[in-house]
């Protein structure tokens, strides 16, 4: 079994897709073209090196707003859970979504 060091990490992009986990009820994975990643103070940071590219994101769907968000900016604290798998934060607190203008 592999084990993962805390960690989180401060994203912020645009949003490329959203569609159900197929592996976990209740979330989606959101594909997020990475624009900025900053690490949080007290948590190594495994996800800086991400920054141009695409990531997928699992998320709570109660966090996210309803409907398509293709073309959203998105922000939010995410960590690697294991073996290419990032997660959202479940506290909303640190989670934003603003529709493409």
């Keep these: 079994m592999v084990q993962v060091v805390e960690n989180r990490t401060d994203l912020e992009g645009v949003v490329l897709s959203r569609a159900p986990d197929p ?11 990475v624009r900025r990643a900053t ?3 007290a948590y190594a940071d495994l996800l800086s090196s991400r920054v ?17 968000l293709e073309g959203a900016a998105i922000r939010c604290r995410a960590f ?3 073996p290419g798998v990032v997660m959202a934060e ?10 493409p203008a």
């Design 39 to 41: 690490p949080v103070e």
């Design 52 to 68: 141009g590219e695409r990531l997928e994101v699992h998320f709570k769907r109660d966090l996210l707003p309803g409907g398509r």
């Design 23 to 33: 592996e976990r009820a209740g979330y989606d994975v959101v594909d997020i073209d």
């Design 90 to 99: 479940s506290d909303a607190g640190n989670l934003s979504v603003t529709p």
């Design 80 to 82: 690697l859970a294991g």
